[in-house]
DNA sequence: TATTGTTATACTCTATAACTATA
DNA sequence: TATAGTTATAGAGTATAACAATA
């Protein structure tokens, strides 16, 4: 047995839930490689939701990434016509960031497909729990993210 | 209003996962630098439980480590009398790894530290769902590791 | 002078390949 | 020849520092 099993001990959290994090990323692998997308450029679709954001920083910050770190996604991005990338007129050194209608079809066909091979793992938990885990994930996500809890 | 509220859509799993992980970690490090510790070895010393492993290579597959990163961290841990490295006497190419009852004390002290801080995490979801987030995490950990939800 | 975005550089972490010793 | 452990090297990913444009 493992120490997972139980006996008496329980596992440090972050043991379970960073392991499961990896594995969770590799399950997505394949059906990000099938539509052309990094972890990182999903990870800029999934952020730039319906309204634009204003700057690079703020975008990277969002999805904890080095600015610095962005910009050869968003590069690619927006090469492939997913994204808008404009000077504010307002602030011209600031950049205008949207996504094009490609871009949000793209976002929504790759979402459904990532949260279709989740739901399979999620509906191996029992009914009861699995509303209760849903719920507490995102109140733990919340909270670590350093936002209050309702 | 972020992703995370409520629009209808729900967070893929993976992006509530992995920086809940690493909020975890980010929690964990001053405990771990306060008993001279890195999470890799930190790693190695709850993994090496009451009963000793035979090789290293096993040991590194357990926690997910490249067999060369462990060497390393054996190394420190070995120095500063917390584990013992001795050869197989039946296969002489093997090492047979064990705790010190000061690996054993170490790692119980900042177990003990590490879930403490943990339990306060916890302590805010409500206690209806707080075990069967548990259970649910550890349930999906295991199936997420290929082993075979009971 | 401060800020946004960018480029070039350096650093950290990790895996690969090559070696020693045992079998 | 195959395997366990080790060392040295190379590679990926990341952040830091320096720069250009704009305010």
Redesign the interface.
């Known amino acids: 047995m493992n ?2 099993a139980g006996d008496g ?17 590799a399950a ?1 692998q394949p059906v990000l490689a099938e539509h052309g997308l990094t972890m990182w450029g999903y ?1 800029v679709l ?2 730039l ?1 319906e309204r634009p954001l204003r700057t690079q920083t703020a975008l990277a910050e969002a999805i ?1 990434a080095d600015k610095t770190r962005i910009i050869a996604v968003l590069d690619d991005l927006e090469s492939r016509g997913l994204l808008n990338r404009r000077p504010d007129p307002q602030d011209r050194r600031a950049r205008l960031l949207s996504l094009t209608p490609e871009g949000r079809r793209l976002r929504d066909a790759v ?1 459904a497909a ?2 279709n091979g ?1 739901e399979r ?2 509906g ?2 029992p009914v ?3 509303e ?14 350093g936002r209050p ?1 309702r």
């Open positions: 120490a997972v001990v329980r596992p440090d959290l972050a043991a379970l839930v960073v392991p499961l994090g990896r594995a969770l990323m997505e990870a999934s952020h939701d904890h979402r990532v949260q989740e793992l999620l191996r938990l009861a729990d699995r209760a885990f849903l719920r507490s994930l995102i109140t733990l996500y919340e909270i670590s993210q809890a």
